[in-house]
């Protein structure tokens, strides 16, 4: 099947690399030119585990292209569009203008009987509205809501073989056979038994959020227990393995820390809400308001914390910060708790140190006034506090008595709880975290 993908960022990207690995033909379409000649010369232009060799792989193969020209997707038969969604500047509402303008490049090289599959997160009533604007200017074309539910770090894999598929459809006959053709597309997934949800456009639109919501309310459930945890001195630790036991709780995402940061859930939260509020049913998500209060707190509790270990002030104190992508295995640096806390230190004063594996480009882009270094050795040197903000493998593996030598003093503050406390104050080090004793 010959497929275009608009939008070649972290989902597009991923998700035309792993069409051509379904056995497909695809272009790839970005604005952006440096990301279209990177991508064509197989170079990621953002870290993810595996998508390098995938690239590589498919390229080979010649089914792969990229571009800038939105011409070139004239000959597909599906389009996916894959453009970002950001959150307004100053305001909660999702950003429609990059889906508009893909929408409005891809019309002109439409055919008869093509099928135009939306991924992009957007509000409800989005999909009706381009559904709208297709029957006006592509009238033999049919819109599908294909929301993802990919995570990055495990983009490919979440992409090959994901937990299930979601087809939002209008009502009528080009519908069945768009579905058919998105059946061909995704063939050896569903072969495989991924199970396929088939709703109409509202309800698959609404399950994207719906998804995120809930993984943020999960996260900020734990949060608010570390925060209880903090004023009893209990773990909250061993109260999400307890409570994670129960099947009907399940303990994925109960790890309580700095607490959830990304281009997805925070933006997707709020944007959830300023909809909800446009439709007169801004009461049902008012629960989301304190789910996003809780996260942010836990931002300015780690501040709180560091002022705390370091006897009342941070001005002019050497703290060593080490992540800045907003979760392991990606450099996405998009609303990271780690990168915010340590942004809000520098301007607090404090003289802030700040190293990742792969996100320190991104980082310094966003924040120039800060240090960045490549190592962690020399985040460490001469440091008079640590602070984990972000659990990449290495920060997890660190030998405090190897580690000691570096620092001038041995303080940690363990932001994602993802250190062996016992480990670290056997080795001299004092040893705080969010939500443990
Ligand atoms: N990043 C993720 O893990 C996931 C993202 N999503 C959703 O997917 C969408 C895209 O997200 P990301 O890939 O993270 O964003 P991104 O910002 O990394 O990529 C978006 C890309 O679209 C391109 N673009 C903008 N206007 C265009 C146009 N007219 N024609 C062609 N390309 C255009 C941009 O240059 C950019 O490269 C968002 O709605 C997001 O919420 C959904 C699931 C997972
Ligand atoms: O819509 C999206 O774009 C995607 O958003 C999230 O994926 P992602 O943002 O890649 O990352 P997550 O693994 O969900 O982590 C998000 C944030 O929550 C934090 N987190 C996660 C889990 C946890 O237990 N505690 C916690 O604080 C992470 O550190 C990270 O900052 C969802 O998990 C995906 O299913 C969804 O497709």
Redesign the pocket.
């Known amino acids: 099947m010959r497929i275009s993908v ?8 991923v998700h035309a690399a792993c069409m051509v690995k379904l056995g497909h033909e695809v272009v790839g ?4 030119e440096a ?1 279209v000649t990177a991508l064509a010369e197989g170079r990621a232009p ?1 870290h993810e585990p595996g998508l390098p060799e995938l690239l590589e792989e498919a390229l080979a193969t010649g089914r792969l292209r990229f571009s800038t020209d ?1 011409a070139e997707a004239a000959g597909a038969e599906v389009h996916f569009v ?5 959150q307004k500047r100053g305001e909660n509402a ?1 950003d429609l203008r ?2 508009q ?2 929408v ?2 891809l019309i002109p090289h439409l055919s008869p009987g093509d099928v135009v599959v939306g ?4 509000p409800v009533g989005t999909a009706e509205n381009i559904a709208a604007r297709l029957w006006k200017d592509a009238p033999e074309v049919t819109l599908l809501w294909n ?6 770090g495990h ?1 490919v894999d979440d992409t090959l073989r994901p937990d299930r598929f979601v087809y939002g459809v209008q009502a009528g006959e080009a519908d069945a056979r768009a579905v058919a053709r998105l059946d061909e597309v995704y063939a050896v997934a569903l072969a495989d038994g991924t199970p396929k949800l088939v709703t109409d456009l509202a309800t698959a639109q609404l399950v ?1 959020v719906a998804a995120n919501s809930f993984l943020a309310t999960k996260i900020s459930f734990i949060n608010a227990m570390a925060e209880l945890c903090e004023a009893t001195g209990a773990d909250v630790t061993q109260l999400a393995d307890a409570i994670g036991l129960d099947d009907r709780i399940g303990r994925r995402f109960l790890d309580a820390g700095l607490g959830f940061g ?3 859930l925070p ?2 939260i709020r944007a959830f809400m300023a909809r909800a509020g446009e439709l007169g049913a801004d009461q049902a998500l008012s629960f989301l308001r304190e789910v996003d209060a809780i996260n942010m707190r836990r931002r300015v509790r780690m501040v709180d914390l560091a002022r705390e270990e370091l006897g009342g002030s941070i001005v002019q104190r050497r703290i060593a910060v080490l992540g800045a992508a907003f979760k392991p295995h990606s450099d ?1 640096v ?1 609303d990271s708790p780690a990168l915010s806390v340590a942004a809000q230190m520098q301007l607090q004063g404090a003289s802030v140190t700040v190293t990742d594996p792969w996100a320190v480009p991104n980082a310094r882009k966003k924040w120039p006034d800060l240090t960045f270094v490549d190592n962690v050795e020399d985040a460490l040197r001469g440091a008079e506090l640590v602070l984990v903000g972000t659990e990449w493998p290495e920060y997890v593996a660190l030998d405090p008595e190897k580690v000691s030598r570096l620092v001038k003093d041995r303080r940690i503050i363990d932001g994602r709880n993802c250190l062996d406390p016992t480990a670290w104050r056997d080795a001299g080090w004092t040893y705080r975290a969010l939500g443990r004793p």
């Open positions: 608009f939008g070649c960022g972290y989902l597009g990207a379409i970005d604005v952006i990301q953002f939105a894959c453009v970002g969604t950001p999702a990059y889906v303008a893909a409005d490049d991924k992009s997160t957007v929301p993802e539910f990919l995570r990055e983009a994207k990304g281009g997805c933006k997707d996405d998009r």
